[in-house]
């Protein structure tokens, strides 16, 4: 039965998902209770095997957060000092932090106007012979175009490091995204697809070599316990963390799926009525961690929004290359960027909204659009 009077719509309902796997959980963190795997341990081993195998990469290797995740990859494959890296003006600022977090230059391009991801004739324009790597990022659970990006990493040589924070399952002509490029990371942060219950992160990758100095990296360069032949960090996934992850990982497909068919039924109503969704590259298929319309009046349609019950958000406000932190840099105007920032705005979705919810958020979104 349809909503029709005025109602709540959480952006994402973290509530009823906790609601739902609370036994699983509270039975997840008394088994680490009682078998005192806090650091390192099975619990990790057992979710680094099972997140492994649903993303069909050869290795991964949990650790920290996803920041950590994108610094342990560049690092990992060498990139460092006097390097360059090109990144998205068109994401969250972990990304660029990453990349300044190993000593490297982070080199900001524009972006697809329609996928909102890395724009490869933009980056392509930006290479010198200090770019060592390039890091699409699957924003908003969109696979950017990767086949474009690693014909430009070949011919330029360059590492690829796939930011997979919001892409888990997500695809590209049949392969999952964070097994294309030399590697990939993952953000298991609470609101994620895939969120743990504090912060939490991976990389996966194909190279066995690549994961081992991955690994090592974050367990502060062990060889064995007191024995260090590189300097690494305290970067690991906590037994915690690894544990209540497992018990949410065998619900992802379910919640994944929710995810696109509720993404289906917005294309269905908003797209008739001319307003702008996002469009994913040919052969991709997003998973939805955020779905984004275009709006004249950014922040008046969020209050109207809001007034009517309906939870929206903006991602994000301020493209990279305009950040404070970032002003050293100089760099020119990136419009497609610049003009995103100033017109997205995310509507409801989560695997827990109900099809009533949907509808009552729409219904909303076009009477707003409609004045």
Same mark, same amino acid.
């Given at each position: ?35 005192? $795997? ?37 690092? =990992?494959?060498?990139?460092?000092? $006097? ?57 908003? $659970? ?27 399952? =997500? ?9 294309? $490029? ?17 912060? =939490? ?82 052969? @991709? ?20 929004? @809001? ?33 995103? =920032? ?30």
């Amino acid at each position: 039965m349809s909503l029709t009077t005025l109602q709540k719509i959480p952006f994402v309902n973290l509530a009823r998902q906790i609601e739902r796997l609370r036994p699983d959980l509270v039975a997840a963190f008394e088994a680490v209770l009682d078998s005192r $795997g806090f650091i390192k341990g099975p619990h990790v081993t057992a979710f680094e095997t099972a997140f492994a195998e649903a993303i069909q990469a050869p290795h991964v290797v949990g650790c920290a957060n996803g920041t950590a995740a994108v610094a342990l990859a560049l690092e =990992a494959a060498g990139v460092g000092p $006097g390097d360059e890296v090109i990144v998205p003006s068109h994401t969250f600022i972990a990304t660029a932090e990453a990349v300044c977090h190993v000593g490297a230059t982070p080199v900001f391009c524009d972006i697809d106007p329609d996928t909102y991801t890395l724009d490869p004739k933009d980056a392509e324009r930006r290479i010198t012979p200090r770019t060592r790597a390039i890091i699409p990022v699957h924003i908003y $659970g969109t696979p950017a175009d990767m086949d474009a990006i690693l014909d430009l990493a070949r011919t330029h040589d360059l590492v690829v490091i796939e930011d997979c924070a919001q892409a888990h399952l =997500a695809t590209y002509k049949g392969r999952m995204v964070g097994s294309i $490029g030399h590697a990939g990371s993952f953000s298991f942060f609470p609101g994620k697809n895939l969120g743990a219950l504090g912060d =939490a992160g991976a990389v996966a990758t194909a190279d066995a070599q690549l994961a081992e100095r991955i690994r090592k990296l974050a367990d502060h360069g062990r060889l064995s316990k007191y024995e260090h032949d590189i300097v690494g960090y305290n970067q690991r996934l906590d037994g915690l963390q690894a544990a209540l992850l497992s018990v949410k990982l065998p619900h992802l497909r379910a919640w994944t799926e929710r995810r696109r068919r509720v993404a289906a039924y917005y294309d269905s109503r908003l797209k008739p009525a001319g307003v702008k969704v996002i469009a994913a590259p040919e052969g @991709a298929e997003s998973v939805y961690h955020l779905y984004v319309i275009e709006v004249d009046d950014q922040q008046k349609t969020a209050a109207a929004l @809001a007034a009517l019950g309906v939870e929206t958000g903006v991602h994000y406000p301020c493209p990279l290359h305009q950040q404070p932190a970032f002003r050293y840099l100089g760099g020119e105007a990136l419009p497609n960027a610049e003009r995103a =920032a100033r017109r997205i705005l995310s509507l409801p979705i989560c695997g827990e909204i109900t099809d009533d919810e949907a509808e009552y958020a729409c219904d909303q979104v076009l009477a707003v659009l409609r004045g």
